[in-house]
């Protein structure tokens, strides 16, 4: 063999792994594109875990919250509107691509930006959906400069579930529901999401296809809403999707056996994809309720969590790191075994980073 063949035959296999390696790590930047996450830090710099992580990984997102879930007396995020303004200027400025700055600040008991800490009271759909419309949008006005003096450019919210059982203690008790009427509660939502649009931020219409009937709290367990879900839960998400206000949306965790007699939404093909995107005509991005909630982590490991919720059309994969902890290191090294082994399909990522691009890069948001 001339020895210019062989050598060109030796350079060539020693630049395999190399491009192998930039395919992979492309690859696990996708994935992690397609996450939001928690971290524990109220003040963060270039050491810290969460800054590596999104760096590491071009992170789709974080999620803040104000108190850690197991100790209400300490801070974890959010302590005063300085350190929040703080927080995020540099999560964005580590950040190598847009960064989704999220939180759930809802109005009423479901705040993360609260009173308390120095930031504007807002009421809760319940108390809003009795005054006028006017009056609604005078408040989310005012809660949506809020956010986004704050850095907060993705609120989860509005809630569209319809209070259809007043028995229900996580939708209807703590006063999240604009009521039974699917006008009222689209009209409600509708100023909500015109409200924060106007300033750059970004709503999520929640938890489809519907929690307002139940009876459990998926935080706690498995919810079944066979029973008791009716389809005036979709008129809602019908309406805003064809006014054009649902850009972003996330799933529920109950079971519906009308729906899907095998998986719960955010885990059902039958439901994400079948439903909402085929039959409903969403085309915007799907984001998972947090998947550390019982009502998944109790029935189904991380592995088949990430898989079923992916194939199943979630663009967005929620882990808070409120109700457990997981790294996110675990959580990418599982999907990318799992796109290599032909378990999750590699267009499946393309897919959902295409969703998740266009809603960043789309004029108004960021």
């Not at 020693?14 to 690859?27: Q, S, V």
């Not at 393309?350 to 691009?357: K, L, S, W």
Request: aromatic share 8%.
């Amino acid at each position: 063999m001339p020895r210019i063949l062989l050598l060109f035959i030796t350079l060539f296999s020693l630049t395999l792994p190399l491009y192998a390696n930039d395919e992979d790590d492309t690859l696990k930047k996708m994935i992690g594109r397609m996450l939001v996450v928690g971290f524990e830090d109220e003040r963060i710099d270039e050491n810290s875990t969460i800054v590596k992580e999104i760096q590491m990984y071009h992170l789709g997102g974080v999620i803040l919250f104000d108190r850690f879930y197991t100790d209400k007396a300490r801070v974890k995020n959010i302590r005063s509107p300085k350190q929040l303004q703080r927080l995020t200027q540099q999560l964005q400025h580590f950040s190598p691509k847009p960064l989704l700055i999220s939180t759930d600040q809802e109005g009423g008991r479901v705040t993360r930006l609260k009173p308390r800490d120095g930031f504007d009271e807002i009421a809760s759909a319940s108390a809003l959906s009795r005054q006028p419309l006017t009056y609604a949008k005078k408040a989310y006005e005012k809660m949506a400069t809020m956010l986004a003096t704050h850095g907060i450019n993705c609120n989860f919210g509005p809630v569209v579930d319809l209070a259809l059982n007043e028995k229900n203690s996580v939708i209807v008790g703590l006063e999240r529901s604009y009521g039974k009427e699917s006008a009222v509660v689209s009209a409600y939502a509708q100023t909500f999401i015109d409200a924060l649009k106007e300033q750059g931020v970004i709503s999520v219409l929640k938890h489809f296809p519907g929690h307002g009937s139940s009876l459990n709290d998926s935080h706690l367990g498995f919810v079944d809403v066979t029973k008791t879900w009716n389809a005036s839960e979709l008129e809602p998400y019908r309406t805003l999707i064809a006014s054009g206000h649902a850009r972003m949306m996330m799933s529920a965790h109950v079971f519906n056996a009308n729906l899907d007699k095998t998986y719960p939404a955010t885990l059902s093909y039958a439901i994400n994809t079948k439903l909402l995107r085929e039959k409903m005509g969403y085309q915007g991005v799907l984001i998972s309720d947090d998947l550390q909630m019982e009502a998944i982590a109790r029935y189904y490991t991380l592995q088949e969590t990430v898989t079923l919720a992916i194939n199943s059309g979630i663009d967005i994969l929620l882990f808070g790191n409120q109700l457990s902890y997981t790294r996110t290191d675990e959580i990418v090294n599982t999907i990318f075994a799992q796109v290599k082994r032909g378990a999750i399909a590699k267009e499946r990522i393309i897919e959902a980073n295409e969703r998740i691009e266009a809603l960043l890069s789309s004029k108004g948001t960021l």
